[in-house]
Each structure stands twice: as structure tokens, then as C-alpha cells.
């Protein structure tokens, strides 16, 4: 046997205990590779991002890749960190039983070892463990192996330090392998994974869907498959047990099944336990994403008609590079549908420009921009330009004694969870038609920090403010048809 191939090594002489006998100490078994860890072992390299399902045994694969080097190889300095004191010590835990139940002849010896350390001297080697959430953590010694785990679950607060100081520790040469569970949009570990996708870091991604893991499966009788399930058979080949565990699995979890059992990397990521859109809406919307025409910085997907009114909602930066999104979108008011969309990084000057042209191009759409910052720079223009249909906002002042009208829309403490719910409510209902892929990423983005809602760490609202805006004054307007209100909703097939 090659004692330097991890192939040979792990199955000869790691041990584990079985899943489903977890409760049973005396219950081990050598470790037989699973299909997802050896798929991983056969490939990892020196930066690995690992996207998975969870208890898919990934962890304890990475973990014994790290240990057989770490019990092979001199001058080996490891890590691993998870997202909370517990799991880093059962992690910790499976190592020590890696390590205690080695043969005496290849065991490598300790001088210390506490329930976070362990130093082998003879190898000039050592291992700790830390959480996440410690608020002794510090990274000051070198590292050849980090195992970074449950990365997504870290705090967001200290999860991109904490990262800093662990990749600029470890050399090219070493190894630093990050996984997780999908936690929703933004954060470190989606934002490593998205970027890795595109080729931005040295990482190399690794996608295992739920069937990977053997023990996915239940007992499955007659089963009549829903288009959906006929096409993941057909597709990835699954069995009438496995559909029966993806059955049963979403009737308990409902939407976050597709975050705790990913089918695919770009769904997975729709939603979390703070995420303040529904997941299933979003990803029924992304079923049906168009580009639209472009026309420079303006998206088209259904050009103006004639005599129909329109309504824009403007949200405003200031154009610069690395700052936010300038947007304007733009609803049809009779049917509710989202037909364009304006979206730049230029100078507030240069965006208002473009917003007065598409307000005139959409039948003088009333167009209502939000108050903040450079939203006056755009109120002024507009005013200037004598703009026909700008929204003005109504308020009452005490101390007046009477209404007030100031153009612009506001968004207040007493306005944002109107504007929130009301989308969400859309949303669920299927009462807008929409095609950008944009806008329904910024919704899955979405999340509630204690009782306000805002985007995750990492990604933008701006296009999701403008179509908030833009449905605020769709609800403002009355829509006529043949001399009465008549209502129009639409519902997407919802998966």
C-alpha cells in the first residue's frame, strides 16, 4: 500500500461511526470512501470552495485528507474552524479518533493535547481548533492547512476579518479548503463561491447535490412522478427512494429544503430562516428571466402602448465605480408588469437625463424619486425641466393644521415596511410580471437584521427600492377601463 496516497491510506486505516449509529460509541467501521468523498480527494487542490447538502459527509472526508497529511508529513501547522465552539470540537473530536486508533507502528506520537490542541514533536506538527464566534480568535502563527467549515453560518460581522487573516496566513502551497450549506445570498462564503464561478479567486468549486449522499433515500411504494420529479429522473438518473426522501423532506421543510438540500448552485442560494422574500415566488420568477432588448443603459422588455399609463420608480447613487446602482424601473399600471429598466453607474446629472426621456417615452409615466442623497439632485432636474407627471408626496403637518405636498417619495419608518410588505405580498401572490434576473436576485437577497429589512453583506437593493417605489404609485393610480376600476393580475406557475 502507498502510505502517501490518500486512497489507500483513509479506508486502511481510518475509522468512523456509522450515521445511523451515531449514539453507539463501540459502533466503528473502517472509512469507505463515499462517491463525493472520493470525487473530492481525486481532485481537491490548494484553494477548494465546496458547496453541499447537509451531513454529506463532506466534513469528515476534508478532515481526513488533512489528517492523513497531517500524520504523514513533517512541519505541518493545521486548523479548523466552524461556525461555533460545538462543532469545532466534534469535528476536533473525529481527528483525536482518526489519530487514537491508528496502528502503534504508524501512530505518530503527541506530547500534548488538550479537547482544542494536539502537537506531534516528532513531526514538528500541530493542530488546534477554533469557533467562529470566539472572541479570542486571532490568527498570528502560520498555517500550512485551514479547514474552514459551515463558512455561511459564521458571524457577518466578523466572518470577512476572520477570513482575511486566515488566507493571508496560509502559503500557495498550503491547503485551504472552505464549505458549507447554502445560507442565502451575500456574505463571505457566497460571495467567494459566486467569485470562484467566474474565475475572480484561485478557488476551484466543488457543487455536490443532495444525491451524492447515499443516505438520502427512503422507503418509496407506488409513486405517480410530478412533471418536476420526471424531469430530475431523467436528467440525474435518481431512483423512485430518492424522490421519495426529496418528498418528504420538502413537506417538512417546504422552501428551505432547496438551502439545506441543494439541486442545483443558483436556486440553493433563494432563501434562508431571515430571508424577507418567499423563496418559491423568486424562484418561480427565475424560471422565466428575459434579457430584454438593451438600448445602452436602458433594458426593454415591452415597449410603451399607446394610451396605457405608466409609473417609474427612481432610486439614485452617486456613479461612482465601486458605489451603488443608479435604477428606474418602469411598471405598466393596468396589468402590473415590469417592462423596463434603466440601470447605471454615471453621474446623477447624466442618470436624470435618461429618466426624463423614458418618462416621456412611456406616455409621461409618473415618475416618483426616492428623496435621499442624490434623489434631489434628480428631483431638481426634473422640476427644471417643467416634467409633467412627477409624483408628489402627501403628508400631513401638525404644524400647519393641513396637507402638505413635497415632490419626491419618501421613505420613512412609516412608509419601508409598507413598501416591503407590499412586495412581499406581490410576490407570493404571482401579481406582477417580471423578467429580470437582476431583481430577483436582490430579493433573494433581501434579509431582516432584527426588525428592519435591508440586503446582505456584499449585495445591492437599488433595483429592488425602484420597483418598491414603482409599485407604490401603481397603488396610488387609479386604473380605468371602460369607465370603471378594473383589476389585472398574473400568477406564474409557481414549481
Known amino acids: 500500500m502507498d502510505i502517501?496516497?490518500?486512497?489507500?491510506?483513509i479506508p486502511a486505516y481510518f475509522k468512523v461511526l456509522t450515521k445511523a449509529d451515531r449514539q453507539n460509541q463501540s459502533d466503528l467501521v473502517p472509512m469507505k470512501l463515499w462517491a463525493s468523498q472520493k470525487f473530492y480527494l481525486e481532485h481537491r487542490t490548494h484553494r477548494d470552495i465546496i458547496l453541499k447538502n447537509r451531513q454529506a459527509g463532506l466534513s469528515t472526508g476534508i478532515m481526513a485528507a488533512n489528517a492523513h497529511q497531517v500524520f504523514t508529513k513533517p512541519y505541518q501547522s493545521m486548523t479548523i474552524v466552524t461556525h461555533d465552539q460545538e462543532t469545532s470540537e466534534y469535528l476536533f473530536l473525529t481527528f483525536q479518533r482518526f489519530h487514537r486508533l491508528l496502528p502503534v507502528e504508524i501512530r505518530p506520537k503527541t506530547d500534548w493535547r488538550s479537547g482544542a490542541r494536539?502537537?506531534?514533536?516528532?513531526?514538528?506538527?500541530?493542530?488546534?481548533?477554533?469557533s467562529a464566534k470566539s472572541d479570542n480568535l486571532g490568527i498570528g502563527h502560520s498555517l500550512n492547512i485551514a479547514h474552514l467549515s459551515e463558512v455561511a453560518k459564521w458571524p457577518h460581522r466578523k466572518a470577512e476579518d476572520l477570513y482575511t487573516d486566515i488566507s493571508q496566513t496560509v502559503p500557495e502551497g498550503g491547503y485551504i479548503t472552505a464549505e458549507s450549506t447554502p445560507k442565502g445570498r451575500g456574505g463571505l462564503f457566497h460571495r467567494l463561491y459566486s467569485e470562484a464561478k467566474e474565475g475572480k479567486n484561485s478557488y476551484k468549486t466543488f457543487f455536490f447535490p443532495?444525491?451524492?449522499?447515499?443516505?438520502?433515500?427512503?422507503?418509496?411504494?407506488?409513486?405517480?412522478?410530478?412533471?418536476?420529479?420526471?424531469?430530475?429522473?431523467?436528467?440525474?438518473?435518481?431512483?423512485?427512494?430518492q424522490i421519495a426522501f426529496r418528498r418528504e423532506k420538502i413537506a417538512e421543510l417546504g422552501d428551505r429544503f432547496y438551502q439545506e438540500y441543494p439541486e442545483n448552485d443558483v436556486d440553493c442560494w433563494l432563501s434562508s430562516e431571515i430571508?424577507?422574500?418567499?423563496?418559491?415566488?423568486?424562484?418561480?420568477?427565475?424560471?422565466?428571466?428575459?434579457?430584454?432588448?438593451?438600448?445602452?443603459?436602458?433594458?426593454?422588455?415591452?415597449?410603451?402602448?399607446?394610451?396605457?399609463?405608466?409609473?417609474?420608480?427612481?432610486?439614485?447613487?452617486?456613479?461612482?465605480?465601486?458605489?451603488?446602482?443608479?435604477?428606474?424601473?418602469?411598471?405598466?399600471?393596468?396589468?402590473?408588469?415590469?417592462?423596463?429598466?434603466?440601470?447605471?453607474?454615471?453621474?446623477?446629472?447624466?442618470?436624470?437625463?435618461?429618466?426624463?426621456?423614458?418618462?416621456?417615452?412611456?406616455?409621461?409615466?409618473?415618475?416618483?424619486?426616492?428623496?435621499?442623497?442624490?434623489?434631489?439632485?434628480?428631483?431638481?432636474?426634473?422640476?427644471?425641466?417643467n416634467y409633467p407627471n412627477l409624483y408628489y408626496y402627501r403628508d400631513y403637518d401638525i404644524f400647519l393644521g393641513g396637507e402638505v405636498k413635497e415632490p419626491?417619495?419618501?421613505?420613512?419608518?412609516?412608509?419601508?415596511?409598507?413598501?416591503?410588505?407590499?412586495?412581499?405580498?406581490?410576490?407570493?401572490?404571482?401579481?406582477?410580471?417580471?423578467?429580470?434576473?437582476?431583481f430577483c436576485l436582490e430579493a433573494s437577497s433581501y434579509i431582516w437584521e432584527g426588525n428592519s429589512a435591508t440586503h446582505s453583506s456584499g449585495a445591492h437593493d437599488d433595483e429592488l427600492d425602484a420597483v418598491m417605489i414603482a409599485l407604490q404609485l401603481r397603488e396610488q393610480t387609479p386604473i380605468i377601463e371602460s369607465g370603471r376600476e378594473k383589476p389585472y393580475t398574473y400568477a406564474p406557475s409557481l414549481i
Open 408 to 438: 419626491g417619495w419618501k421613505t420613512t419608518i412609516k412608509t419601508k415596511p409598507i413598501m416591503v410588505d407590499s412586495l412581499a405580498a406581490t410576490l407570493r401572490a404571482g401579481d406582477i410580471m417580471l423578467w429580470s434576473e437582476n
Open 4 to 9: 502517501n496516497n490518500p486512497l489507500e491510506y
Open 275 to 385: 430571508s424577507v422574500f418567499d423563496g418559491t415566488a423568486i424562484r418561480a420568477y427565475l424560471q422565466q428571466i428575459l434579457p430584454g432588448k438593451q438600448e445602452g443603459d436602458l433594458t426593454i422588455w415591452k415597449d410603451v402602448l399607446g394610451g396605457e399609463k405608466y409609473v417609474i420608480g427612481v432610486d439614485m447613487a452617486g456613479g461612482k465605480e465601486k458605489g451603488d446602482w443608479s435604477v428606474a424601473s418602469v411598471l405598466h399600471v393596468k396589468r402590473n408588469e415590469y417592462v423596463a429598466r434603466l440601470r447605471a453607474k454615471i453621474p446623477p446629472d447624466f442618470f436624470t437625463e435618461q429618466v426624463l426621456k423614458l418618462g416621456y417615452r412611456y406616455n409621461q409615466a409618473e415618475i416618483g424619486v426616492e428623496k435621499a442623497q442624490h434623489g434631489h439632485t434628480a428631483l431638481r432636474i426634473l422640476l427644471e425641466n
Open 118 to 130: 494536539m502537537r506531534f514533536p516528532k513531526l514538528d506538527s500541530y493542530v488546534y481548533i477554533d
Open 210 to 241: 443532495w444525491w451524492w449522499d447515499i443516505t438520502c433515500v427512503r422507503e418509496a411504494g407506488k409513486m405517480e412522478w410530478t412533471k418536476e420529479e420526471k424531469q430530475l429522473i431523467a436528467s440525474f438518473n435518481l431512483s423512485p427512494e
